[in-house]
């Protein structure tokens, strides 16, 4: 399993929000990549999950969807070592 954890605070924006991606092995083969965001401060949460071939797709995907957040202003504050891997690999974005 690997995993990300993004968070955008703008407090003029009254923006105080969460973003975590996970990648791992799914129970039926292939590889789940896990997306779950929402505001800091709730328990509600949004979640999708996208079902790929293989490890190389889901890391692909995942980068993807950081890059994303990257351009909108979410900074990368908790990961494992294929997480912040992954952000060292964007420009000008570091791990926690």
Do not use: F, N
Request: with cysteine; aromatic share 8%.
């Amino acid at each position: 399993m690997s995993y990300l954890v993004l968070h955008k605070v703008d407090r003029e924006e009254d923006q105080a929000r969460y973003y975590a991606l996970v990648w791992q092995p799914a129970l039926t083969g292939g590889w789940v990549v896990e997306r779950t965001w929402g505001r800091l401060s709730s328990r509600r949460r949004q979640q999708k999950a996208d079902l790929v071939a293989d490890a190389e797709i889901a890391q692909a995907l995942a980068a993807r969807h950081l890059r994303r957040r990257l351009q909108h202003g979410y900074q990368a504050v908790k990961g494992d070592r294929a997480g912040c891997l992954l952000v060292e690999g964007q420009a000008e974005a570091r791990c926690g």
